[in-house]
């Protein structure tokens, strides 16, 4: 069977190899379907991503098909329509005994810090692998993993009724905070420098788009919260700039979400932070969301309403990362069909 592996920054080979078997009781041995191709599988394949060692078989959002099953794996039958949940923790450490799993001491990340999906088989633990129904489209079900970062942040930001919520950025993570937060009864600004993902986000739900290359957000916040700014702010663009603008558009008392990775240092002065009582807060990958998503989606509650914009086949690996390089504006969720 062939496997997909980044062997250094910028080096792809296909290797031929066997097919796995199943060597735990608790193993499934899947067989994808589909597997996303996210903004950090390219950073992984660009060799900049801290937390990812090369060698490394990419791939965290998948689904796929039982094809063989470990003795001991009792909730799942051959043939179900799988997702997989990729992160693994040990259940012992401090943030796993207090409910944040996501950030174990001992954190395994399928397709980041572990080998992923990007190979015609694999077995994984049975813990991490989840059925969904198998009227739910192959295309919808892939958007499983990208909506539990949304669920999380709209967790971690503690969303609900009657918040002002304004989500910067409008890529696929934008676009699923700003889904969940509509779920959960916010009323959602969302800003993007690009119109075409201004747009898509206008149809998805937003209340309100802003180009800020266009328009000057801070004065547009302020107008449209009636000079309360947002209660919520989540930062989906991820840029320095945007992580300090965080603090110029937040409302006394309200929460910023930070999703970003860089290793760089922003400005930002403590009483920014104390003097209206802004709670900062983290979001990573995403802790007990999958069974939520998983039913919202099913219920035909979560769509993805045209997220998904390509389709490369798997052996075109490198023809599609070239091409969300080339045309990030273009794309909005690639795949590879299996
Ligand atoms: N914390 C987590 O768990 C987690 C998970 C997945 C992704 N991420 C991070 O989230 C970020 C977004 O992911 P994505 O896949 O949606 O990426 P993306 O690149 O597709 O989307 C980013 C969007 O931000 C927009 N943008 C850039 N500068 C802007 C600005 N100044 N103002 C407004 N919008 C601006 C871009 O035009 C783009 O549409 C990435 O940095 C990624 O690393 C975090
Ligand atoms: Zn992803
Ligand atoms: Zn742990």
Known sequence: MKVAKVYEKNVLKFDEVEKPAIKNDTD?????????????????????NPMAKLPRILGHEVVGVVEDK????????????????????????????????NV?????VFGVTEDGAMREYFTIGEKQVLKIDKNLPWE??????????????????DVG???NVLIIGAGPIGIASLKLAKIKGAQVMITDIVDDKLEFAKKQGADIIVNSKKTDLIEAVKEWTKGEFANKVIDAACSLFTFELCLKVVSKGGTIVCLGFSTEFAKISPVSITGRQITL??????????????????????????????????????????????????????????
């Open 28 to 48: 499934v041995l899947v067989k994808p379907k589909f597997v996303g191709i996210c903004g950090s599988d390219s950073h992984i394949y660009h060799g900049e």
């Open 161 to 163: 009724v009657g918040d």
């Open 281 to 338: 807060i983290g979001s990573r990958l995403q802790a007990h969301q999958f069974a939520n998503v998983i039913r919202l989606m099913e219920a035909g509650t979560l769509r993805g309403n045209g997220l998904v914009t390509h389709k490369f086949p798997f052996t075109d690996l490198q023809k599609a990362l070239d091409f969300i390089d080339a045309r990030p504006e273009q794309v909005r969720k690639a795949l590879l069909e299996f």
């Open 70 to 101: 470990g003795k001991a794996v009792t909730k799942l039958a051959i043939g179900d329509h799988v997702v997989i949940e990729p992160i693994r923790y040990c259940g012992q450490c401090y943030p796993c005994r207090h409910g944040q799993p």
């Open 104 to 108: 174990c001491e001992n954190l395994l």
């Open 140 to 157: 919808e079900a892939i958007l499983i993993e990208p909506f539990t970062i949304g669920a999380q942040a709209t967790m971690r930001g």
